[in-house]
């Protein structure tokens, strides 16, 4: 059973940075993901890593101020968010993929994966 822990979450002032970690337990698979969910709107795809080659791919909504990285010795995934907007205040929610996938479209899709995290609350004040 693999379980997964997020951590990170806060309020910032827009344009401010944060960092979220999700510490994974247990066989992890082949691919980690995030996702955000805001109040009253359907959970969203932020971004995949897969865990061997570091394969790494985003969310048009995201692209150039978040990255996603890894750290296999420690099985965590991280989510660094720069120049945060009132907009990105969701809880963001990590999650895992036992097996490959081919396409892009496999993983941002809510049932590409097979296990989630609690999530994270994120808040960006204006």
């Known amino acids: 059973q693999v379980q997964l822990v997020e951590s990170g979450g806060g309020l910032v002032q827009a344009g401010g940075s944060l960092r979220l970690s999700c510490a994974a337990s247990?066989?992890?698979?082949?691919?980690m993901g995030w996702f955000r969910q805001a109040p009253g709107k359907a959970r969203e795809f932020v971004a995949v890593i897969r865990w061997s080659s570091g394969t790494t791919y985003y969310a048009d909504s995201v692209k150039g101020r978040v990255t996603i990285s890894r750290d296999n010795a420690k099985n965590a995934v991280y989510l660094q968010m720069n120049s945060l907007e009132p907009e990105d205040t969701a809880v963001y929610y990590c999650?895992?993929?036992?097996?490959?996938?081919?396409?892009?479209?496999?993983?941002?899709?809510?049932?590409?994966?097979?296990?989630w995290g609690q999530g994270t609350q994120v808040t960006v004040s204006s």
């Open positions: 247990g066989r992890t698979g082949y691919a």
């Open positions: 999650a895992g993929r036992f097996s490959d996938y081919r396409s892009v479209y496999d993983v941002t899709r809510i049932n590409g994966y097979d296990y």
